[in-house]
């Protein structure tokens, strides 16, 4: 017999009654979207975004939400560019100053201490600081609806990675070390984060990488 597990159901228009919305903590961690964008004028903007994953292999594509215009899609609107940058742990500090909201005209990077670089095929520049650098010109940006087809405030942003940067030492016998970049995810409540370690490793093949039985 299943094992007999007490439910907290909630309906989410109806709120959680939790101390704090369980919904990125169920879905978590998650990847951290570090964007980097140049406006048509001219104006630097980084901010990260945890609404992020990769949706594409061939050609491959990414992909972020953001609640609001916000300087990041606006920028991207107008030329149509942006980077992704990797956050590790190394770079979480400055990352999270990178999140500050503050006014349109502040650059980002200077407020970060982190040092703006130009890319090798858009004018979106990026993290020089960061081991993994994807060059990204924007597919689509698309505005959701909810259940009742009405528009909500949330748009998401798809780009075609157009060029990759990679450190590398973080690459052994030609393959890329996820734990060895030390990479940074969003977690639950209100400032957690989580990390990867070789420790938390483990190798499954696919059903049809598995060879046959002599």
């Known amino acids: 017999m299943p094992h007999h597990r007490d439910f907290h159901f909630y309906e989410p228009s109806a709120g959680h009654g939790l101390p704090h919305s369980p919904f990125n903590a169920i879905i978590a961690p998650r990847p951290i979207g570090w964007i980097s964008t140049r406006s048509a004028g001219g104006q630097l903007n980084l901010a990260p975004y945890s609404f992020f994953n990769a949706f594409s292999y061939t050609p491959p594509i990414i992909g972020f939400a953001s609640i609001g215009m916000k300087d990041t899609v606006t920028n991207i ?23 500050a909201i503050v006014d349109k005209h502040v650059d980002e990077f200077e407020l970060a201490g982190l040092t703006p670089a130009a890319s090798s095929l858009i004018d979106a520049p990026h993290v020089a600081e960061a081991r993994v650098v994807f060059e990204c010109r924007v597919t689509q940006i698309v505005r959701l609806d909810d259940a009742a087809g009405s528009p909500t405030q949330t748009r998401v942003v798809f ?7 990679i450190d590398k030492d973080l690459l052994v016998d030609g393959i890329y070390q996820t734990a060895l970049a030390h990479p940074i995810s969003r977690g639950g409540g209100p400032a957690t984060y989580f990390g990867i370690t070789e420790g938390e490793r483990f190798e499954m093949p696919r059903p049809e990488q598995r060879r046959p039985e002599a």
């Open 77 to 99: 609107t107008e030329t149509g560019e942006f980077c992704w940058n990797l956050a590790t742990r190394e770079l979480a500090e400055a990352m999270n100053e990178s999140a």
């Open 159 to 165: 780009g075609e990675v157009v060029g990759v940067h």
